[in-house]
T-cell receptor, first 114, second 114 residues
Framework: NAGVTQTPKFQVLKTGQSMTLQCAQD?????MYWYRQDPGMGLRLIYY???????DKGEVPNGYNVSRLNKREFSLRLESAAPSQTSVYFC?????????????FGPGTRLTVL | GNSVTQMEGPVTLSEEAFLTINCTYT??????LFWYVQYPGEGLQLLLK?????DKGSNKGFEATYRKETTSFHLEKGSVQVSDSAVYFC?????????????FGRGTSLIVHP
């Protein structure tokens, strides 16, 4: 049981380049989330998927797109990277159906945009 | 909307000292409350949770009690260790809304010296 896995672990991009961050979970969770973490800002929600086939914007969606490929996988795409997108990105999943279930987080992707 | 306020860090303690990290929240109804811990270079992981008023969550010597009257969920530990050095996040999940999007505090960094 691997939990939540993310690839890559580290990435350096030049301004304007594109890339996709991959996330997968093997816990049969309905809901999946993408966050970014910046110093002093805590966690900010980029996009989430409450269930397979649905996605919704979070607090900071500009510059990002997502795909819920199937129940296991939820990818985050940067179409044209900007230095402001330098951050640590975390994917999380959760079994929905009540407020009492916790989120499970991946190890993060550390992205630098030059 | 929902919000979580945590004391700002860093909190610096000597080993075996008593720890309190304050957390207060604003939410409608009776949300579920969580403490997550993030060790350096890792993702967040659940430390403890409480799902109704007066519940006490506990794990690894840490405790927090859900106080509805003061809308608080303060984290405590009687004797901290160097290995407890990490960032601690308080979070809530609302009881209504269907998607149950968690709200996180900004995190409190704990540094424990030998």
């Amino acid at each position: 049981n691997a939990g939540v896995t993310q690839t890559p672990k580290f990435q350096v991009l030049k301004t304007g380049q594109s890339m996709t961050l991959q996330c997968a979970q093997d816990m049969n969770h309905n809901s999946m989330y993408w966050y970014r973490q910046d110093p002093g800002m805590g966690l900010r929600l980029i996009y989430y998927s409450a269930s397979e086939g649905t996605t919704d914007k979070g607090e900071v969606p500009n510059g990002y797109n997502v795909s819920r490929l199937n129940k296991r996988e939820f990818s985050l795409r940067l179409e044209s990277a900007a230095p402001s997108q330098t951050s640590v990105y975390f994917c999380a999943s959760r079994f929905s159906g009540g407020s009492y279930n916790e989120q499970f987080f991946g190890p993060g992707t550390r992205l630098t945009v030059l | 909307g929902n919000s979580v306020t945590q004391m700002e860090g860093p909190v610096t303690l000597s080993e075996e000292a008593f720890l309190t990290i304050n957390c207060t929240y604003t939410a409608t109804g009776y949300p579920s409350l969580f403490w997550y811990v993030q060790y350096p270079g890792e993702g967040l992981q659940l430390l403890l949770k409480a799902t109704k008023a007066d519940d006490k969550g506990s794990n690894k010597g840490f405790e927090a009690t859900y106080r509805k009257e003061t809308t608080s969920f303060h984290l405590e530990k009687g004797s901290v260790q160097v290995s407890d050095s990490a960032v601690y996040f308080c979070a809530l999940t609302p009881v209504s809304g269907g998607s149950y999007i968690p709200t996180f505090g900004r995190g409190t960094s704990l540094i424990v010296h030998p």
